[in-house]
């Protein structure tokens, strides 16, 4: 006679125990990423009270045990109460070597490049994918940066037409 509880497939228990572990020490990694942000950089970041609150704990304490266990409670309030993988990619922004930052800064580069070229449309195109950029602004650094262009000089116009760029696609993109 053949056992009918052999053509059943065995059910989904949820991730090992393994994988749990994994998960955690990800978010623990996340934790720590934060608490070498400078102070600029964490405000930046939305994050909630608590969890700002125990990353201000976490700078001051010295031990090492403590500091770990310090490290899970942050990883347990990344994991109830934060978006992890939108934190991780706010957090790759501020590192120089990350692909999000060269992303961003390539997309800086070619909206300034247009700018130059172009002129007043592509800023309105800009003011469209950054709607939190102040456009009068925008338009006159970018006039200054086509008089550097024009007259053949360097007077840092296209520098500052770019670090304006970065941040408004930075403050969009958070």
């Known amino acids: 006679m053949i056992d009918s509880n052999q053509d059943e497939a065995p059910e989904y228990a949820g991730p090992s125990k393994s994988q749990l572990k994994r998960e955690m020490h990800a978010l623990q990694d996340i ?39 310090h490290l899970q409670y942050i990883g347990k309030i990344l994991r109830q109460e934060e978006d992890p993988q939108a934190l991780k990619r706010a957090i790759e922004a501020f590192d120089s070597g990350s692909e999000e930052h060269t992303r961003r800064h390539h997309l800086a580069e070619r909206w300034r490049d247009r700018m130059i070229e172009e002129g007043d449309s592509v800023a309105g195109e800009f003011y469209s994918y950054c709607p939190g950029a102040d456009i009068q602004h925008l338009r006159n650094l970018v006039r200054n940066a086509r008089k550097d262009v024009d007259k053949q000089k360097n007077t840092g116009q296209a520098r500052k037409l770019f670090r304006y760029l970065r941040e408004c696609i930075d403050e969009a993109e958070a």
């Open 31 to 69: 934790g720590k990423s934060m608490l070498e942000l400078s102070n600029e950089q964490l405000d930046t970041l939305t994050i909630s009270d608590t969890l700002r609150s125990a990353i201000e704990e976490s700078r001051r304490i010295r031990q090492n045990e403590a500091k770990r266990r």
